[in-house]
T-cell receptor, first 114, second 116 residues
Framework: AQSVTQLDSHVSVSEGTPVLLRCNYS??????LFWYVQHPNKGLQLLLK??????LVKGINGFEAEFKKSETSFHLTKPSAHMSDAAEYFC????????????FGTGTKLQVIP | NAGVTQTPKFQVLKTGQSMTLQCAQD?????MSWYRQDPGMGLRLIHY???????DQGEVPNGYNVSRSTTEDFPLRLLSAAPSQTSVYFC???????????????FGPGTRLTVL
């Protein structure tokens, strides 16, 4: 069985400070991992993806994530938060072996304080 | 490219009514999916398709039907709407991946459905 856990439902940071959004997964196989962002009343947009190449993945808008197999984690970071980063972020796991095994985390809402 | 389009954007139904949510993509993607998004639960897969004529159930398929007669279109049918189907529905498409590799999904803007 696979699952994905986003450890924080809400994160609040000040503008200009670092962002850390945490994601842990459980899987018996090598997963494909994604982070998506959803701005209010919008669809989802891909931030970045990991598919067994480099463990440090760079995405759009200055975000990056590091795949740590020993910790089964794929945390999302950004050095300096911007007001436009306020949104909901989803960690997604897809197992090899079946397209239907797409699992979304429950989401983390990021608030950026001016 | 328009990407993934969904209609309508908003819909209110009465319990027992039926309707079809439309989804179309112009990227020639093989894979298409329907999700529902409920507060605190992330997105849950309803049905998906890996190509024209091929569909399968996801995590929460009950009360929904799909068909895929063309590569471009993937409508979602609610046969007899229930209040529990009040949700935001997203359609997504992606290219088929290689062995053990999955490509990003492109999402539509969503349909907000309320069932009274």
């Amino acid at each position: 069985a696979q699952s994905v856990t986003q450890l924080d439902s809400h994160v609040s940071v000040s503008e200009g400070t670092p962002v850390l959004l945490r994601c842990n997964y459980s899987s018996s196989y090598s997963p494909s991992l994604f982070w998506y962002v959803q701005h209010p009343n919008k669809g989802l947009q891909l931030l970045l993806k990991y598919t067994s190449a480099a463990t440090l993945v760079k995405g759009i808008n200055g975000f990056e994530a590091e795949f740590k197999k020993s910790e089964t984690s794929f945390h999302l970071t950004k050095p300096s938060a911007h007001m436009s980063d306020a949104a909901e972020y989803f960690c997604v796991v897809i197992l090899s072996g079946g397209y239907q095994k797409v699992t979304f985390g429950t989401g983390t809402k990021l608030q950026v304080i001016p | 490219n328009a990407g993934v389009t969904q209609t309508p954007k908003f819909q209110v139904l009465k319990t027992g009514q039926s309707m079809t949510l439309q989804c179309a993509q112009d990227m020639n993607h093989e894979y298409m999916s329907w999700y529902r998004q409920d507060p605190g639960m992330g997105l849950r897969l309803i049905h998906y398709s890996v190509g024209a004529g091929i569909t399968d159930q996801g995590e929460v398929p009950n009360g929904y039907n799909v068909s895929r007669s063309t590569t471009e279109d993937f409508p979602l049918r609610l046969l007899s709407a229930a209040p529990s189907q009040t949700s935001v529905y997203f359609c997504a498409s992606s290219r088929a991946g290689g062995a053990g590799s999955y490509n990003e999904q492109f999402f539509g803007p969503g349909t907000r459905l309320t069932v009274l």
